[in-house]
């Protein structure tokens, strides 16, 4: 089992930064690819990146991309979320997820284990 809290969320204005981090607990965090997903009110939740478990791969959302850059220390069980230029529409509850580095890393069942979420909000 591996369990994840997501920290670092927060109130914004538009054109600000965010880090957020994933911290995990538990299993090593080492051997998974993490994801990090977001989801609006009355939205579904949408894909934001993902690292592969030895950091020698990224994928972006092409509306995060270039904005975003997502990293990992596993000596510290920790992955991050570095978020510039917040726009408005960035504003979500973020969630972290570990998996096994499935070829489907867009997708919800691609990961097995979920933190709680942390808000972000960014003001226009």
């Known amino acids: 089992q591996v369990q994840l809290v997501e920290s670092g969320g927060g109130l914004v204005q538009a054109g600000g930064s965010l880090r957020l981090s994933c911290a995990a607990s538990g299993r090593s965090v080492s051997a998974y690819a993490v994801g990090w997903f977001r989801q609006a009110p009355g939205k579904e939740r949408e894909f934001v990146a993902t690292?592969?478990?030895?950091?020698?791969?990224?994928y972006y959302a092409d509306s995060v991309k270039g904005r975003c850059t997502i990293s990992r220390d596993n000596t510290k069980n920790t992955v991050w979320l570095q978020m510039n230029s917040l726009k408005p529409e960035d504003t979500a509850v973020y969630y972290c997820?570990?998996?096994?580095?499935?070829?489907?890393?867009?997708?919800?069942?691609?990961?097995?284990?979920w933190g709680q979420g942390t808000q972000v909000t960014v003001s226009s």
């Open positions: 690292i592969s478990w030895i950091a020698d791969r990224s």
């Open positions: 997820a570990a998996g096994p580095g499935r070829i489907n890393y867009y997708a919800h069942s691609a990961y097995d284990y």
